[in-house]
């Protein structure tokens, strides 16, 4: 995951992780051969300081900064906060201080936007901000400081050695073009960058992926491209598991298409100048719902075809889903001020203007969990959720009145939570059509998304991919036998800086 050379040798540090536990390790080896050796266990980020006598490093959780010799002996915690994130640490003025990008708690797979950097006094225990907002940064020998802004552009600036204070305005030294990590050569002389490019025209872009399911769900085989958009993202099937339903901004707005599997041409099913999107059948396959404009009008159409109408409309609208036919159920959420409802909806009943009225949606259940994705069960008995967490993965359930395991009439079975052993920062959420477990990816925030099978137990089990797409989303066919996911596809190469 993550590499530091020791300054003066050819030594390196480097991070690992575990594909079958998600365990981080740090491991230190001679680039001349011989074996890795292990220092620690649930470590991030590391550095190491200039006369190669001790490490900087962060673990999983970011909760705190440690420090602890090379030889991965006399550990202590040096800085930590109730609420905050410590990431990118690194050494400054030889071992007096250290620079760190401080966040509050992340939310989601851009938390990281508002981080500061900060400068902390070993010997004091003073601390002060260097620059806001700051992301990753490296130090020149001559007191500047190299960082990435939020537009991923690079800018300079001056710092004095003895406070860590600027004692200048920033430059900017390069464009915004995707730039990550800049690291420093020991000279001063040379800066490494990485710079993303992700597919869709210079900004980030969807591809619609299709795979075979095996393992009762725990492996993919055949994974292959289904779409060839750039900006495709896939929310549904066809009710005979024939033809994926995904949005697209092939032709401007994002409107609703289907393909099927064994075509190479989508055909649109709403289509106009307005964004139309998330886009699923009813549990009879009767109408399409979807979205209109924004998140606020959920909409039905004929799925033979005719005029649309509004089923709701809410400003608090958040995301919807509809079960199998067996079970007959569609839920909607709403966000009223600091919960989410949850009401069911019939989306084949006589629509009176303007949609169902508040009024007459049936509360199913409400929740202050705050998700970042849900989803209803196949059998429509419960709801799932998530949330990224820097120190633990689960799943929070709630059961919905008359179809959980306290029987109709009996209540419903009180919210429960199913942790995820050796993960964390779960994101996304999409029930199997078994409904013995979900699939889940992990939020970019955690270094590298990672697309999982997660059983009702907890159980994870990593759906490998190919190395260069990035997983944020998958939908299972009714059948079971195939996965519809969505991914950025990028090229990621180091760049070099010199004369800067």
Not at 211 to 225: C, F, I, T, Y
Not at 274 to 282: I, K, L, P, V, W
Not at 386 to 391: A, G, L, T
Not at 425 to 444: H, P, Q, V
Request: aromatic share 10%; net charge negative.
């Amino acid at each position: 995951m993550r590499i530091a050379w020791f300054p003066k040798s050819s030594n390196l540090a480097f991070i690992s992780i575990s594909t079958q536990n998600a365990q981080r390790q740090l491991w230190s080896e001679s680039m001349f051969g011989g074996a890795p050796r292990l220092l620690r266990s649930d470590v991030d980020e590391v550095a190491v300081s200039s006369d190669e006598s001790a490490l900087l490093f962060t673990n999983g959780a970011h909760d705190a900064i440690w420090a602890m010799d090379t030889s991965g002996g006399n550990a202590r915690k040096l800085v930590s906060k109730d609420g905050l994130n410590f990431y990118h640490p690194a050494w400054y003025a030889g071992r007096r201080r250290i620079l760190y990008a401080l966040v509050h708690e992340v939310v989601g797979s851009s938390g990281l936007d508002d981080a500061s950097l900060e400068s902390l006094d070993l010997e004091t225990g003073q601390t002060l901000t260097v620059c806001n907002p700051c992301l990753e940064f490296g130090v020149l020998p001559d007191g500047r400081l190299i960082y990435a802004a939020r537009d991923s552009s690079l800018w300079e600036v001056t710092i004095d050695a003895r406070t860590a204070r600027p004692t200048g305005r920033p430059r900017r030294i390069a464009e915004p073009h995707g730039y990550l990590h800049p690291t420093v050569s020991v000279d001063g002389k040379r800066l490494v960058v990485l710079r993303r490019d992700t597919s869709g025209g210079g900004g980030p872009g969807g591809v619609v992926f299709v795979a075979d399911l095996k393992d009762e769900g725990r492996r993919l085989d055949n994974p292959r491209r289904l779409t060839l958009g750039s900006s495709d993202y896939a929310h549904a099937w066809t009710p005979d598991s024939q033809a994926v339903v995904f949005e697209s901004a092939r032709n401007g707005p994002f409107n609703i298409f289907e393909q099927r599997l064994d075509q190479r041409v989508a055909e649109p099913l709403v289509a106009g100048r307005e964004y139309a999107g998330y886009g699923r059948f009813s549990p009879d396959g009767a109408w399409l719902l979807y979205f209109l404009g924004s998140t606020t009008r959920l909409m039905r159409v004929p799925a033979s075809g005719g005029p649309s109408e509004v089923v709701i409309e809410s400003p608090g609208l958040a995301n919807y889903y509809c079960t199998p036919l067996a079970a007959n159920l569609c839920v909607a959420g709403e966000r009223e001020q600091n919960q989410l409802v949850f009401y069911a909806f019939d989306p084949a009943q006589k629509l009176p203007s303007g949609g169902i009225p508040q009024n007459d949606l049936r509360e199913l259940a409400r929740t202050d969990y705050s998700p970042t994705d849900w989803g209803l069960s196949p059998d429509g008995a419960s709801i799932a959720m998530v949330r990224p967490d820097n120190r633990e993965g689960r799943v929070h359930i709630i059961s919905l009145p008359g179809r959980g395991h306290a029987g109709p009439g009996l209540g419903t079975a009180p919210a429960h939570d199913v942790p995820v052993e050796g993960w964390t920062n779960l994101y996304d959420l999409n029930w199997a059509a078994d409904g013995k477990g979900w699939y889940i990816c992990t939020s970019l925030v955690a270094g590298g998304s990672t697309f999982l099978h997660v059983d009702l137990q907890g159980h994870a089990t990593v759906l490998q991919l190919p190395e260069n797409l990035n997983p944020f989303w998958g939908v299972p066919s009714p059948d079971g036998r195939h996965l519809a996911f969505s991914k950025t596809t990028f090229t990621e190469n180091a760049w070099l800086l010199e004369n800067f």
